[in-house]
């Protein structure tokens, strides 16, 4: 874990509202998820780089930031 869910000492974003994992993935391959889910978006932006969110039933969503390209499928 490279970062944990709650305050911080980061001005631009003092509350982190996620949970980040280091995992040296390559560009490019399949990125794992929480659960098996359906891909229900997906974009980039400046801060948050190239991303995907899962729609995993339920009403259970979650995000992955920071993939480095809007390329690569979510196993299941």
Known sequence: MTQVFGPRD????PF??????????SVGLAVPVASAGIVIGSGQSAAINF???????????????MLGS????VPP
């Open 51 to 65: 991303w995907k969110e899962v729609d995993h039933g339920g009403g259970w969503t979650t995000r992955y930031h």
């Open 10 to 13: 980061f001005p631009q974003d």
């Open 16 to 25: 982190h509202k996620g949970i980040d994992f280091g995992s040296g993935v």
């Open 70 to 73: 809007s390329a690569g499928p």
